[in-house]
């Protein structure tokens, strides 16, 4: 079946820190791959994503590329910012019969220090 | 475009009364909808899928008629936990499929309190 190990936190960094949260994932077929952001008492906010191998996702200043060869989907970040505490979750998404279903990592907690 | 909402945003009752949470897509049609839990510090867990007009796809160790899941139309689907208990007291987040696309939009979720 599908499944998502992402690097278990907390992650304290100060601001300006390059980050790095792993994630790797096991799939059948082709998947799609995301990383979402989980603000303090709100619900789930795609950041980025990547359909194929190869393929980058980037938003604000986050990035991850698609690595089948190595089965991962790692976020960087080159210099974070208070702003960006957070929760962030790896995520797999694969057709399971008729619907699309996404396989969540067990969330990654971040913390910046000004 | 592509906006989920749910309400209420956070409930709190008494044990063993029903609560009913709302889920809407305001600007597509949403052919699939999907209800998570969370626990504190925990992931996302599937709870069941909903498809419009037919019975929901309810994960396994997910009780059917505790949470009943109603998708009545490509808008809005329901989700009702019955004769809650404190137990049942968690953040439940609903997402939404619009047709044809691979994604899932989220809502912002909602904080139930079973006293």
């Known amino acids: 079946g599908n499944s998502v190990t992402q690097m278990e936190g907390p992650v304290t960094l100060s601001e300006e820190a390059f980050l790095t949260i792993n994630c790797t994932y096991t799939?059948?077929?082709?998947?799609?791959l995301f990383w979402y952001v989980q603000y303090p008492g709100e619900g789930l906010q795609l950041l980025l994503k990547a359909t194929k191998a190869d393929d980058k996702g980037s938003n604000k200043g986050f990035e991850a590329t698609y690595r089948k060869e190595t089965t991962s989907f790692h976020l960087e970040k080159g210099s974070v910012q208070v702003s960006d505490s957070a929760v962030y979750f790896c995520a797999l998404g694969n057709s399971g019969g008729s619907n699309y279903k996404l396989t969540f990592g067990k969330g990654t907690l971040l913390t910046v220090n000004p | 475009g592509a906006v989920v909402s749910q309400h209420p945003s956070r409930v709190i009752c008494k044990s063993g009364t029903s609560v009913k949470i709302e889920c809407r897509s305001l600007d597509f049609q949403a052919t699939t909808m999907f209800w998570y839990r969370q626990f504190p510090k925990k992931s996302l867990m599937l709870m069941a899928t909903?498809?419009?007009?037919?019975?929901?796809?309810?994960e396994q160790g997910v009780e059917k008629d505790k949470f009943l899941i109603n998708h009545a139309s490509l808008t809005l689907s329901t989700l009702t936990v019955t004769s809650a208990h404190p137990e049942d007291s968690s953040f439940y987040i609903c997402?939404?499929?619009?047709?044809?696309?691979?994604?899932?939009?989220f809502g912002p979720g909602t904080r139930l309190t079973v006293l």
């Open positions: 997402s939404a499929r619009r047709s044809s696309y691979n994604e899932q939009f």
């Open positions: 799939a059948t077929g082709y998947p799609s």
């Open positions: 909903s498809n419009e007009g037919s019975k929901a796809t309810y």
